[in-house]
C-alpha cells in the first residue's frame, strides 16, 4: 500500500496565519493527490483534488501544490472557520489510502 | 442539488449482523462509483473499498476484505454495507462518498456517517 505521511499530527495556529500542511507518499502518485478538511461531528469536505485544483466553492485563500511524492495544502490567512482537521488522499493505486491527518488548534 | 442519505446510527452486540445503507438523490445513481470510508472514534480515516452501482463490481481494501461486504440496488437507488458478524473493533462512523468519475478518485460528496456501536 503506498503510505501518506502527514509531516505534523497538530499545528498550533493563530488567525491570519499563512498556514502549510505537508503530505508526503511512499512512492511517486504523480499528481493523484486530494485534499479534505473535518470539521468535528461532520463528514469530510473535498478541498483540492489532483494536486492543485480548487473544488468549486472553496475559498480562494486554499492551495495546493506539488507532484511526485511531496505535497502542500496552504491557507494563505486563516480565518476561525479553518479550524478543522485536513487530510491527504492518494488514488494512484489501489487501495487508495489516506494521510493520518493535521489537526489545527488555536494558539 | 447532490445528496447522499445514510441510515441512522446502530447498536449491536459482537457476532451479530448488520447492513447501512447509503441512498442517492440529485444525479443519475448508476453514474457514479460510491466509496466507504471508515472512521474509528478519535481517529483518521480509512478507505474500505468502493463499488459501481451500474454493474456492482466492486474492490475491496484488502484489509476489510472478507469481514465486509459491499451491494447496490438501482431500483432504490442505494447502496449497502453488511457485516455478517460484528467485532468490537468495527465501532466507527462510516462514511459513504459519491466518486468524481471511474477515473478521478476523489469524493466529491459524502453522507452524513452512520455511527455504529458494537458492545456487549
Known amino acids: 500500500d503506498i503510505q501518506l505521511t502527514q509531516s505534523a499530527s497538530s499545528l498550533s495556529v493563530s488567525v491570519g496565519d499563512r498556514v502549510t500542511i505537508s503530505c508526503r507518499a511512499s512512492?511517486?502518485?504523480?499528481?493523484?493527490l486530494n485534499w479534505y478538511q473535518q470539521k468535528p461531528g461532520k463528514a469530510p469536505k473535498l478541498l483540492v483534488f489532483?494536486?492543485?485544483y480548487l473544488e468549486t466553492g472553496v475559498p480562494s485563500r486554499f492551495s495546493g501544490s506539488g507532484s511526485g511524492t511531496d505535497f502542500i495544502l496552504t491557507i494563505s490567512s486563516l480565518q476561525p472557520e479553518d479550524i478543522a482537521t485536513y487530510y491527504c488522499?492518494?488514488?494512484?493505486?489501489?487501495?487508495?489510502?489516506f494521510g493520518q491527518g493535521t489537526k489545527l488548534v488555536i494558539k | 442539488e447532490v445528496k447522499l442519505e445514510q441510515s441512522g446510527a446502530e447498536v449491536r452486540m459482537p457476532g451479530e449482523s448488520l447492513t447501512i445503507s447509503c441512498k442517492g438523490s440529485?444525479?443519475?445513481?448508476?453514474?457514479?462509483?460510491i466509496n466507504w470510508v471508515r472512521q474509528m472514534p478519535g481517529k483518521g480515516l480509512e478507505w474500505m473499498g468502493r463499488?459501481?452501482?451500474?454493474?456492482?463490481?466492486?474492490n475491496y481494501n484488502p484489509s476489510f476484505q472478507g469481514h465486509i461486504r459491499f451491494s447496490a440496488d438501482k431500483a432504490t437507488k442505494s447502496v449497502f454495507l453488511e457485516w455478517t458478524s460484528l467485532r468490537a473493533s468495527d465501532t466507527a462512523t462510516y462514511y459513504c462518498?459519491?466518486?468524481?468519475?471511474?477515473?478521478?478518485?476523489?469524493?466529491?460528496?459524502w453522507g452524513q456517517g452512520t455511527l455504529v456501536t458494537v458492545t456487549a
Open positions: 440529485g444525479y443519475t445513481f448508476r453514474n457514479y462509483w
Open positions: 488522499q492518494q488514488y494512484d493505486k489501489l487501495p487508495n489510502t
Open positions: 463499488i459501481d452501482p451500474d454493474d456492482s463490481y466492486i
Open positions: 512512492q511517486d502518485i504523480s499528481n493523484f
Open positions: 462518498a459519491r466518486q468524481s468519475t471511474v477515473m478521478k478518485g476523489y469524493l466529491e460528496n
Open positions: 489532483d494536486a492543485s
